[in-house]
């Protein structure tokens, strides 16, 4: 039998803060996650690196521009599958500290709103593993092993 290299699903997010308080998203119409909030997010396309992949989920989804120059790591996440079928994902989560616009509702049909969140008191229906990155970036942990 021939040897098959461990793949993974590789998804982006982006904390961008203003303040004490951070940017949310309230999830809507994709069937994954509907109705919580989450951070602005998504998965590489392949072919991109993380920071330009991020950069266009942030204009694809807010409609700003980020300055990649400006995106700095803050979190990896390696979770397990959360149900049968499902891969094992790298979330890479990162600080943004400058971007160009104000951000939005790009993508109406994914997202119902909008919040800017004091990031001592976040929502208590913030996905769960958004909640438990978000924690370890404030604690300063580099890495997250969740679900395992």
């Known amino acids: 039998m ?5 793949r993974a699903a590789v998804a982006v997010y ?3 803060r203003d303040r004490e308080r951070m940017l949310l998203m309230r999830r809507n119409g994709t069937g994954y996650r509907d109705g919580q909030w989450s951070l602005p ?10 920071v330009t992949g991020l950069v266009r989920e942030l204009r694809e989804e807010l409609g700003i521009d980020a300055d990649p120059g400006g995106c700095r790591l ?3 996440m ?7 079928g499902d891969r094992e994902y790298l979330h890479l989560f990162f600080s943004v500290d400058r971007w160009d616009g104000e951000p939005g509702i790009a993508e ?8 800017w969140a004091d990031d001592r008191a976040l929502p208590s229906d913030l996905v769960d593993y ?5 924690a ?10 969740h679900g395992w």
Not at 2 to 6: A, Q
Not at 41 to 50: C, I, N, P, R, V
Not at 78 to 84: I, L, R, S, T, V
């Open 2 to 6: 021939p040897f098959e290299p461990f």
């Open 14 to 16: 982006g904390i961008l």
């Open 41 to 50: 997010a998504g998965h590489l396309d392949g072919g991109e690196d993380a």
């Open 74 to 76: 803050a979190l990896l």
């Open 78 to 84: 390696h979770a397990a599958p959360e149900h049968d």
């Open 108 to 115: 109406p049909d994914k997202c119902s709103e909008l919040r």
């Open 130 to 134: 958004v909640a438990v990155a978000l």
């Open 136 to 145: 370890a970036v404030g604690r300063g942990e580099p890495l997250v092993l």
